[in-house]
């Protein structure tokens, strides 16, 4: 079957669309090795051309919508231009359709939506339009038939992840992407064992209860054995980049892990870093196998909104232990903060910027919060009345996306401006960002100099 992905993500951190996922790319692996033909097309906005382009020149026979939960409105626009103009048959996925199945299947001409990880059940649910015959239920796919709305069971989860093949990535145009940045990204498991209130990962985690373990990791060699494929098809390839939240979370598999890579790849590598996992015995085995820039989660300096409210379960001890124990083994830091959280104040807003003075972090990403769809702070933002009238647009014009009566939005837009002239940004943040850091050349976050 020729099928054209569309993916549907907003562009407000100035990336690239379409963009590499790991999960969309392994689907589209499977897809591929199943015989269909595949084209991708990403979008951040609505473009009649680029739809129009893309259909004369693919000729799909099916359209797979992976959409961002922040991107509704895009794809009901999108979708509803397919509906007038084509007729083919839509089938909707990624975050949007896993947090709002109903609303998703109820997007013009979508057929049925794929909940959750879609390896399994999208697979099946394609080879299952080639033959109508086999029935159309499939675990983890809703879809309306003439009985009305078919709700089935969600599959079981893939445990064994080494058992999936690698992700597709030259159709996310990755050769330019590694040119520009010099950087692969990697995947090295699915799932988190953290609780954060302002993330989505334990929404999907209870969608898959009793489905199997929730955290999962690939065996070091199966990750080695990516990056070596990387490294040969790419040429530019010079940072490794481990892109989960739980990447150190798990001494257990990082130790072996981290003896396998300084064994089999001479990279230096980035990856995330949390706070609670920046020990003495992690951060000295991560410099030594050629850890060179960790992204640090640190969110709020305000322990009630980083606690009470994020239920991040990090002390402020944690946090500046881990940010000394980092800079003295010679790892350069990225703090990421969100600013405008549920019960955020000027107060809160001052222990953000004391704690950054404190922590000297190599480079910062101020971010404006938005209350993502599906997550706890989303709930804690809804039931005080607080979430923003302009909803996901907020998210694009990278403003926060809610709005209390002790701090309005331009308050929290003020503390931004602020916090982002007086720190280091990178030079891999977007443009506006780097040049609101006065005064003072953007940073190459992998070889930042210490402040
Ligand atoms: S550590 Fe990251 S991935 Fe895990 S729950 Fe917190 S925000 Fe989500």
Request: net charge neutral; glycine share 6%; with cysteine.
């Amino acid at each position: 079957m020729r099928i054209l992905i569309l993916q549907l993500l907003p562009d407000v951190r100035n990336r690239r669309v379409p963009r590499f996922a790991p999960q969309l790319g392994t689907l589209l692996t499977l897809l591929k090795q199943r015989g269909h033909e595949l084209a991708l097309l990403g979008l951040s906005s609505f473009d009649v051309l680029k739809i129009k382009a893309a259909l004369a020149k693919h000729l799909p026979q099916l359209i797979y919508a992976d959409i961002s939960a922040v991107c509704a409105d895009l794809a009901r626009r999108t979708l509803q231009h397919l509906h007038d103009h084509e007729f083919l048959p839509i089938v909707a996925g990624g975050e949007y359709a896993t947090v709002e199945p109903a609303a998703a299947l109820s997007l013009p001409s979508v057929q049925a939506v794929a909940i959750g990880e879609p390896d399994a059940s999208l697979v099946t649910y394609f080879e299952r339009i080639k033959d109508p015959a086999a029935g159309q239920v499939v675990l983890g796919v809703w879809l309306r038939d003439e009985k009305g709305l078919a709700r089935p069971d969600m599959p079981a989860l893939v445990e064994d992840l080494d058992s999936l093949p690698f992700p597709e990535r030259d159709l996310f145009g990755y050769a330019d992407y590694v040119k520009a940045t010099g950087q692969i990204e990697i995947a090295t498991g699915r799932g988190c064992p953290q609780q954060c209130a302002y993330c989505i990962n334990d929404w999907i985690e209870s969608i898959y209860d009793e489905k199997g373990t929730w955290t999962r990791r690939r065996s070091p060699d199966n990750v080695l054995d990516e990056i070596d494929q990387l490294r040969q098809n790419y040429a530019d390839v010079r940072i490794v980049y481990f892109t989960n939240h739980a990447f150190a979370l798990d001494p257990a598999w990082l130790e072996p892990f981290l003896e396998a890579y300084a064994r089999r790849c001479t990279l230096p590598f980035r990856c995330h870093v949390r706070a609670n996992a920046a020990d003495d015995t992690a951060v000295t085995r991560l410099a030594k196998a050629g850890c060179k820039l960790a992204d640090v989660e640190l969110i709020s300096g305000s322990n009630f909104v980083r606690n009470e409210i994020f239920d991040m379960d990090l002390s402020g001890e944690q946090i500046e232990g881990a940010f000394e124990r980092l800079h003295e083994a010679g790892i350069a830091t990225r703090a990421i903060l969100y600013l405008g959280a549920p019960y955020e104040s000027e107060v809160s807003l001052d222990e953000t910027a004391a704690l950054l003075r404190r922590l000297k972090p190599s480079v910062v990403d101020v971010r404006p919060y938005f209350p993502w769809p599906g997550t706890r702070a989303r709930e804690t933002a809804r039931d005080n009345g607080w979430l923003h009238l302009r909803g996901a647009e907020q998210y694009h014009r990278d403003a926060t996306g809610i709005d209390m009566p002790a701090c309005r939005p331009p308050i929290v837009a003020a503390w931004i401006k602020k916090l982002r002239r007086e720190f280091p940004a990178g030079l891999a943040e977007p443009w506006w960002r780097r040049w609101s850091s006065a005064g003072r050349a953007p940073i190459d976050p992998f070889f930042p100099k210490r402040r």
